[in-house]
C-alpha cells in the first residue's frame, strides 16, 4: 500500500482534483483510498436514524451493515485524536491510499495552488511537497508545476512521487 498526499489551503480545490484524480486511477486498474481531516467538528449520521440514536445515547462505536456498503462510527469521547499512522493501520489495504489535510505530516504531497485564494505557497517550507498543481503559472515555484486540468498527468505524479505506507512516521501530530 502506498500513500501520497493533497496539500493545500482550503479553497485551493482539494477535494475537486481528489474527485477528478480517483477515476482515472480506478481505470488504471488501481484501488484507492482516501484519508481526509477536518479541522472542525463533522457529522456522517443523519440525526432521527438509528445510528444516529445508537450514538447520541452514548455507544462509542457504531456499526451500520448492508448488502452495498458498511460505515464504522467511532465516537472519541474524549479520546486523543488518532494521527494519521493509526488511521492508516486499519484501511484494508489498497494499491495507493490519497490523503487530503495532514498538510503538515511527512509524507510526499502534491501541492494545490490557486493564487486567487489569497495564502502564500506551501512548498518553500515543505520538503515534502514534490510538485504544485496550479491553474496558472507558478513563477515562484521551486518544485514542478502542474496544469490543475490535467488529471491524468496529476495521476502519473500521484503513483510516481507516493511511497509505501510503512515509510510513514507514527508520531506526527495530525495538522
Not at 79 to 103: C, M, Q, S
Not at 128 to 141: F, G, K, Q, R, T
Request: aromatic residues 4%.
Amino acid at each position: 500500500m502506498r500513500i501520497i498526499g493533497l496539500a493545500g489551503w482550503s479553497g485551493s480545490g482539494k477535494t475537486t482534483l481528489v474527485a477528478r484524480v480517483i477515476p482515472v486511477l480506478v481505470a488504471r486498474g488501481l484501488r484507492v483510498s482516501t484519508v481526509k481531516h477536518a479541522h472542525h467538528g463533522f457529522d456522517v449520521d443523519i440525526p432521527g436514524k438509528d445510528s444516529h440514536t445508537h450514538r447520541t445515547a452514548g455507544a462509542t462505536e457504531v456499526f451500520v451493515s448492508s448488502a452495498r456498503r458498511w460505515a464504522h462510527i467511532h465516537e472519541l469521547r474524549g479520546e486523543e485524536e488518532p494521527g494519521l499512522h493509526d488511521l492508516l493501520a486499519r484501511l484494508t489495504p489498497v494499491d495507493l491510499v490519497i490523503v487530503e489535510g495532514y498538510k503538515r505530516q511527512a509524507h510526499p504531497k502534491l501541492e494545490v495552488y490557486r493564487a486567487e485564494v489569497g495564502k502564500p505557497l506551501l512548498h518553500p517550507d515543505d520538503d515534502w511537497i514534490v510538485a504544485v498543481a496550479s491553474d496558472a503559472p507558478v513563477p515562484a515555484a521551486r518544485v514542478p508545476v502542474l496544469d490543475l486540468g490535467d488529471a491524468e498527468k496529476i495521476a502519473d505524479v500521484l503513483m510516481i512521487e507516493s511511497i509505501p505506507v510503512d515509510r510513514i512516521a507514527a508520531d506526527a501530530e495530525p495538522v
